[in-house]
């Protein structure tokens, strides 16, 4: 600014000189008096000398125009640093808030939760979907207002071969390159912001989709339980003490378990036997399934041994109960190599692969007590059926713990299957069978 002062001035002087040789004389320029108004109407001593030369009105006029300019635009710089500080200072407060996300995010997911309902802006809601749109807001508001002091910091200037035009000039380079660049720092940080708070909603939404699965699949097994409970015979001391019994070789006495099975790649079946029956204690129980009715079976028919089958394949048990007393029985059974173990009373009498290797147990049949199935739910062999007594009929969708075994037999431990539990509500009698109250370990310590 003070060089186009000087310039104007010396335009002036130019003018002046080139005016005065035309007539012969010369141009005297003299000393402006402290506080006096700038041009050359002066004469030695310093008194005012009028001039009525219109050149010199213009531009003097010009030159009294300039300083004004000058004066207002310092104002005007000065009362936008309060708008720079405030920029810097929000912006300084962005990346602070940034670097406490990025170190919050290292420590784990209860940390990440904590730091979630913080406020990085000082002014952001804490529900992630409010505070994604009060970012974009921000960053936008912020945008704004660094276009509006980009205008209003545009400095005037006079063209002076337009006559004195006043015209706009851009920010000097290092200014607007410093505010290019907190502008792209500051969209930076929120545009992260924003993922952050989008990925972290979205594990929020998972986890809280799983935990409901969870908390309605507990609530539907518990409100089975208590259906199951409530449906039970009060006659009986406990739902589970009870036995059914099944006193005839005939083809039309039987039990049928109301639950049917899953499918399932190992089971366990565990129940307390007692018979005298002979010749063979007869069919304890069968699953049958559409398309195969010997889906499982265990049976002791005429002079054979105990057996058990699994897709109609055989495999011969070392196990005795017909001697007129209690036994528990458990059978374990694997897809894996067609694995199979057999425990009597707590102890593995022995054990076998190769029975139905890599077949998995079919889903939606029938589980029949005391018949063998030749289609499923029916066309019963009175010479394969049981004779005897049959209580705590359990089944486990996996392979039992010989420790968990031994627990059951000595009654020691209570385990109710996973697949089939024993409850009354769960057993069905038809043809005659009864159900009866039975503490089968106080019945069996009373038979021993």
């Known amino acids: 600014m003070l060089t186009l002062v000087v310039g104007l001035l010396c335009l002036v002087s130019g003018r002046t000189v080139q005016s005065q040789d035309v007539t012969g004389s010369r141009f005297v320029c003299n000393a402006i008096p402290p506080g006096a108004e700038p041009g050359c109407g002066y004469g030695p001593a310093g008194n005012r000398v009028q001039s009525s030369s219109p050149v010199e009105d213009e531009l003097r006029n010009t030159i009294i125009q300039l300083r004004e300019t000058i004066l207002q635009q310092k104002e005007t710089i000065i009362s936008q640093q309060g708008?720079?500080?405030e920029l810097n200072s929000k912006l300084a407060r962005c990346e602070a808030a940034a670097d406490e996300s990025s170190q919050g995010k290292s420590r784990g997911q209860g940390s990440r939760r904590k730091e979630y309902g913080k406020n990085t802006m000082g002014d952001l809601p804490r529900d992630p979907s409010e505070t994604i749109d009060q970012l974009g807001k921000t960053m936008q508001s912020l945008k704004g207002r660094l276009e509006n002091l980009e205008q209003s910091l545009r400095l005037p200037t006079?063209?002076?071969?337009?006559?004195?035009?006043?015209?706009?000039?851009p920010l000097p380079p290092e200014l607007r390159e410093l505010l290019r660049q907190r502008l792209g720092a500051l969209e930076t940080q929120l545009l992260r912001k924003v993922a952050e708070l989008e990925e972290e909603k979205s594990q929020l939404y998972n986890e809280t989709a799983a935990h409901r699965q969870r908390t309605e699949s507990a609530l539907n097994s518990l409100l089975e339980r208590i259906v199951e409970?409530?449906?039970?015979?009060?006659a009986f001391k406990s739902p589970e003490d009870f036995k059914v019994s099944l006193s005839l070789r005939t083809n039309y006495l039987y039990g049928r378990i109301k639950k049917s099975l899953p499918e399932m790649y190992a089971f366990t079946v565990c129940m307390w036997l007692k018979s005298s029956a002979s010749p063979g204690i007869g069919t304890p129980f069968s699953y049958g399934v559409p398309g195969q009715a010997n889906e499982i079976v265990l049976i002791e028919w005429g002079n054979n041994p105990i057996e058990l089958l699994v897709n109609d394949k055989v495999a011969q048990l070392p196990l005795s109960v017909s001697d007129g007393r209690w036994h528990h029985i458990c059978i374990t059974w694997t897809t894996r190599d067609g694995f199979w173990e057999a425990y009597q009373d707590?102890?593995?009498?022995?054990?076998?692969?190769?029975?139905?290797?890599?077949?998995?147990?079919?889903p939606g049949g029938v589980i029949i007590l005391g018949q063998e199935q030749d289609i499923v739910g029916g066309r019963f062999d009175a010479t394969q059926a049981f004779v005897g007594e049959l209580s705590q009929f359990n089944m486990w969708d996996r392979v039992l713990r010989p420790v968990d075994i031994m627990g059951l037999a000595n009654c020691s431990a209570y385990m109710p299957g996973n697949v089939v539990p024993w409850i009354d509500a769960n057993v069905e009698v038809f043809g005659g069978a009864t159900k009866a109250a039975l503490e089968i370990c106080e019945d069996r310590a009373f038979d021993s």
């Open 83 to 85: 708008t720079i500080k």
């Open 158 to 169: 006079t063209n002076a071969s337009a006559g004195g035009v006043s015209a706009l000039t």
């Open 229 to 234: 409970l409530e449906k039970s015979n009060n």
């Open 346 to 362: 707590g102890e593995r009498l022995g054990t076998g692969d190769n029975l139905a290797p890599w077949h998995p147990i079919k």
